[in-house]
């Protein structure tokens, strides 16, 4: 069964700090997973796509790693700010699939 | 990157009405749209495809005659809720599929529309 699956579910940290979000899928046969931020009341916007072949995939203080071997992925977000309180849900989308398989996401909050 | 609009952003009616929410893509055409629910606290939830010009596929437990979907052009969708309940009330948010330029597909999601029934 495709699934995506994503920890911590919460995470708090204080403004300037790092963190890192993980994303383990069992999607197949892997097309691509994306990573998007979403505001509370507000559609997921997209930080970073990455195929098969890519690693990693940075968006400004957002960096993207893929494990396409160990179907692992994770965010890093560096220096942190309250803008970034939001929910980081992670997307995995699989070859020939119009459907996409969801994490049910990690609710980051940033304390000033 | 691509833009989706939705309208309304929120609406709040009355139990039995109809709503109906539309779903644009702003700068490509869409052949396929989806429209998800979102219940707070937890992820979205496909409610159906949208291919242009032919009927949705719905998802298993959607009900299909009371969420209707109209898909008439490559850039609109809309989804109508028809005899709304107030278990129907949350986030609708729509999405629009592309082509990436390196093969495969990329969803672009709207803004949402925040559904209040009374």
């Known amino acids: 069964k495709n699934q995506v699956e994503q920890s911590p579910q919460s995470l708090i940290i204080l403004e300037g700090k790092n963190c890192t979000l993980q994303?383990?899928?069992?999607?197949?046969?892997?097309?691509?997973l994306r990573w998007y931020k979403q505001d509370t009341g507000r559609g997921p916007v997209s930080l970073t796509i990455?195929?098969?072949?890519?690693n990693t995939k940075s968006n400004g203080r957002y960096t993207a790693t893929l494990d396409a071997d160990t179907k692992q992925s994770s965010l890093h977000i560096t220096a942190s700010q309250l803008s970034d309180s939001a929910s980081y849900i992670c997307?995995?989308?699989?070859?020939?699939?119009?459907?996409?398989?969801f994490g049910q996401g990690t609710r980051l909050t940033i304390n000033p | 990157g691509a833009v989706v609009s939705q309208h309304p952003s929120r609406v709040i009616c009355k139990s039995g009405t109809s709503v109906k929410i539309e779903c644009r893509s702003l700068?490509?055409?869409?052949?396929?749209m989806f429209w998800y629910r979102q219940f707070p606290k937890q992820s979205l939830m496909l409610m159906a495809t949208?291919?242009?010009?032919?009927?949705?596929?719905?998802e298993q437990g959607v009900e299909k005659d009371k969420f209707l979907i109209n898909h008439a052009s490559l850039t609109l969708s809309t989804l109508t809720v028809t005899s709304a309940h107030p278990e129907d009330s949350s986030f609708y948010i729509c999405?629009?599929?592309?082509?990436?330029?390196?093969?495969?597909?990329?969803?672009?999601f709207g803004p949402g529309t925040r559904l209040t029934v009374l």
């Open positions: 999405s629009a599929s592309n082509r990436l330029a390196g093969g495969g597909r990329a969803q672009y």
């Open positions: 994303c383990n899928y069992t999607v197949s046969p892997f097309s691509n």
């Open positions: 990455m195929t098969f072949s890519e």
């Open positions: 997307v995995v989308s699989a070859r020939g699939a119009q459907k996409l398989v």
């Open positions: 700068d490509f055409q869409a052949t396929t």
């Open positions: 949208s291919n242009e010009g032919s009927k949705a596929t719905y």
